[in-house]
């Protein structure tokens, strides 16, 4: 009799750690928040850099004079009109599913954009203009000059991401070398 349970718990543990083991194999991929690649029909014109910052892409299609920043006028009413896009019932409200759809026709994959909690401060599965435009104002924060208020276009390219460490060789400590030897400065 005490076999049986102690067999059943067993066979449990057995059950949680096959899960676990799978799910840490799906997690090996994991695409962290900020990745603005450029899709490729969308690179013109040319000069279109591959990588853009979080929302950069979103950011350029604001700047409808084509001079190379974005004022707060422009955010504004790219925001509104970014909304509008992205409400394709018109209930004046987001859901879900409208805000991946909209993040993915946008010029860019990017994750920031496409999640929906993100987006959604209060968990109340809708996102209304106010909380669009903040988020979006939140981003435009952090690209947009000190002095001028404005988002330089050319400021939205996304640094080279740096290699994994297994990509790099074994001998590669990512330190310099001493100054006077071969490689050193």
Same mark, same amino acid.
């Given at each position: ?17 096959v ?5 840490e ?24 850099? =591959? ?7 979103? +950011?350029?299609?604001? !700047? %409808?004079n /084509? $001079? #190379?920043?974005? *004022?707060?006028? =422009? ?7 970014? +909304?509008?896009?992205? !409400? %394709?019932? /018109? $209930? #004046?409200?987001? *859901?879900?599913? =409208? ?11 990017? !994750? ?74």
């Amino acid at each position: 009799m005490i076999l049986r349970p102690i067999a059943l718990a067993g066979a449990l543990l057995i059950a949680a750690a096959v899960p676990a083991a799978a799910q840490e194999a799906q997690d090996e991929i994991v695409r962290l928040p900020g990745q603005g690649f450029t899709k490729p029909e969308a690179r013109r014109p040319k000069g279109t850099p =591959e990588r853009l910052v979080a929302g950069g892409g979103l +950011f350029l299609s604001f !700047d %409808t004079n /084509g $001079d #190379g920043e974005i *004022t707060r006028a =422009e955010l504004e009413a790219g925001t509104k009109a970014a +909304f509008r896009n992205a !409400d %394709t019932n /018109g $209930d #004046g409200y987001l *859901t879900a599913f =409208e805000q991946i759809n909209w993040a993915e026709s946008l010029p860019t994959r990017d !994750d920031s954009l496409a999640n929906p909690v993100r987006f959604d401060p209060n968990l109340d599965r809708r996102v209304s203009p106010e909380e669009f435009e903040a988020v979006i104002a939140e981003l435009a924060d952090h690209y947009a000059e000190e002095t001028s208020d404005v988002i330089v276009i050319a400021s939205l390219k996304a640094p080279k991401p740096r290699p994994e460490r297994d990509e790099r060789s074994p001998f590669d400590t990512g330190q310099r070398a001493p100054r006077g030897t071969p490689g050193g400065s």
